[in-house]
């Protein structure tokens, strides 16, 4: 089968080397587990692991108030709430390293201008991929459109499972935890509270 496929996808042209020290710690981590790195299968899995957390921690290597940059002015004077909801994300918990899976409501209201609605996503993507709780991943994500859109107010509400708690300790699959942070309109007036939580579905 190894002669149907190209180049080996762990090894991709143009991309650094893994470091030894990285694929140590890997090996350690899968004999502390109980196997053996030696052993065929296990070969190359310490070089997949660091690249994969690469991935996982793309937001390390970026600023995500970069997406907010580019906004719009003419509204034609809208000025009720913009929302954008079940938006999927996947981030990793900072005290297990063990995957966080979730989806987020993300409203503001906006003062004069706006911004393309999917930049909203990659605000909350580029707080995601780092080693997060959720209470920070929340707060991080609307306080960054809180300081580069100015709005009246912004919503952010966020569910998501942790398998540090399904998959391990008290193993409750199908759990849920939601965080939300109100800021502005959202947080002094009860009323736009309400709205945009029934918006959001809550
Ligand atoms: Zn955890």
New binding site residues.
Partial sequence: MSSLVGPDEDEPTGKPPVPEDVQDAIRALIRWAGDDPEREGLLDTPKRVARAWREYCQGYAEDPAIHLERIFEEVGGYDEVVLLKDIPFQSH??????P?IGKAAIAYLPRNHVVGISKLARVLHGYARRLQ?QERLTAEVAQCIWENLKPHGVAVVIEAS????TARGVRTPGVGMITSRMMGTFLDDTRSRTEVLKLMGY
């Fill in positions: 918990c900072e005290h297990h390293m063990a966080i709780i942790h398998a540090c708690m």
